[in-house]
């Protein structure tokens, strides 16, 4: 509809995942150098995570639309809930091979005897895995097991595995995947967008379909985008395209702020559009930062007494000294970071609640350079006394 009012020859902001469209973002750039890396390598898992919408599809298509099909042969599957049996089903058909319905051994036949003939060949292969996070532990146990296959020393299949941040968590966490942690040789995790990058993205998509400068747009209305779906592609692709509708249906050559404002209106009313979520009061911000310190600083390392004490004791006093110290300034620094977006973006009402917290901070810093102190102290005369201790035997 849009397309024809604006002379666009295509619809820059579907839904859809297109290659054509791909914009490297700061955080896309990463992935794909995470990607090269790991591809590189040939062997192992890639893991690329991210929030619904946040690209992954794209960065994908992006990908396969790129590799060289004279040296890599690539398939892809989306999973949903497979055990491990199904999903070497879904492996097979997905690389074009003939397997029996639920013969299991027969399906791993067929892709062994397939990566062998690849290799052969002179073709690596790769397997993308969308949508990893409904995958059970028996499921991606049969993908570490797919990722066993060799010819010689040299492994036969890679495995690109694409999720939500609910995967990562599971990945990282769960007992019973340390194997295939193990065999992870790159990972990266999607972000938004940075509020800079709203604007080229836009205007990137437009000038992929042929737009002139009609329509224009008003300058607030990227600001205004980035506060509504916190930078995340997908969010910004569905508003944009109610805009361009709107624009065209009231046969506007300028989109501006109140047209954004009512877009929002109706996506929000018509439940098709989950805004970005609001931001925390300061003192909900900065609780969880703040009550790590406060931990770090009421449990301060323990010094064992000097009349006891080994060079062994000491060096463990030092080491575990220095491991929590630093901890604690970690803590700090994004106590520290949460305070300043805080003080930017929360309602002038809680910057009471915040500068108060930022006073209990500064307490807290004061008994972490007081423990310092008193932990040289006590190390110093420690050392001295076993000098002296050394110095009677040595006269004797």
């Known amino acids: 509809m849009f397309d024809n009012f604006y002379g666009f020859h295509g619809r820059p902001f579907q839904l859809t995942p ?14 794909l150098s995470y990607l090269g890396y790991g591809l590189a390598q040939g062997e192992g898992f890639i893991v690329i995570t991210g929030e619904v919408g946040a690209g992954k599809s794209t960065l994908v298509a992006h990908l396969m639309a790129t590799i060289d099909r004279q040296r890599l042969t690539a398939a892809q599957i989306v999973t949903s809930k497979l055990d491990g049996a199904e999903l070497v089903q879904i492996v097979a058909q997905a690389f074009g091979l003939p397997a029996g319905a639920h013969d299991k051994v027969a399906a791993l036949g067929a892709i062994e005897a397939f990566l062998h003939e690849e290799a052969r060949a002179g073709r690596r292969c790769l397997l993308v895995v969308d949508e990893s996070q409904n995958l059970s532990v028996g499921a991606l146990e049969e993908l570490r097991m797919l990722s066993n296959f060799q010819l010689g020393n040299h492994p036969l299949l890679q495995i690109l595995l694409l999720g939500q941040p609910e995967f990562r968590t599971n990945l990282q966490g769960h007992a019973q995947l340390e194997q295939l942690r193990q065999r992870v040789i790159a990972a990266h995790h999607l972000e938004a967008m940075e509020p800079g990058e709203v604007e080229p993205y836009v205007m990137h998509r437009l000038k992929l379909v042929g737009w002139n400068g009609n329509p224009a747009f008003e300058p607030r209305v990227f600001a205004e985008l980035y506060t509504a779906t916190a930078g995340v592609p997908r969010r910004i ?20 702020g109140v047209m954004l404002a009512q877009v929002l209106s109706e996506l929000t009313a018509d439940g098709g559009l989950q805004l970005a979520a609001p931001v925390e009061s300061g003192e909900a911000a900065l609780a969880p930062a703040l009550q790590r310190v406060a931990q770090q600083a009421e449990s301060p390392p323990q010094v064992p007494p000097a009349t006891a004490v080994g060079l062994g004791q000491i060096e463990a006093a030092l080491a575990q000294r220095d491991a929590q110290i630093a901890e604690l300034q970690q803590a700090v620094i994004e106590l520290a970071n949460q305070g300043d977006v805080a003080l930017e973006q929360a309602d002038p009402a809680h910057h009471t609640a915040i500068e108060a917290l930022q006073d209990r901070l500064a307490n807290l810093e004061s008994r972490l350079i007081e423990q310092d102190r008193t932990i040289r102290h006590t190390l110093t005369m420690m050392i001295e006394w076993i000098e002296r201790d050394e110095a009677q035997r040595a006269a004797a």
């Open 237 to 256: 692709n569905q508003i944009v395209n109610r805009m361009l509708i709107l624009g065209a249906v009231e046969q506007r050559t300028r989109i501006d």
């Open 18 to 31: 297109d290659p054509a469209f791909f914009f490297e973002s700061l955080t896309h750039r990463k992935a």
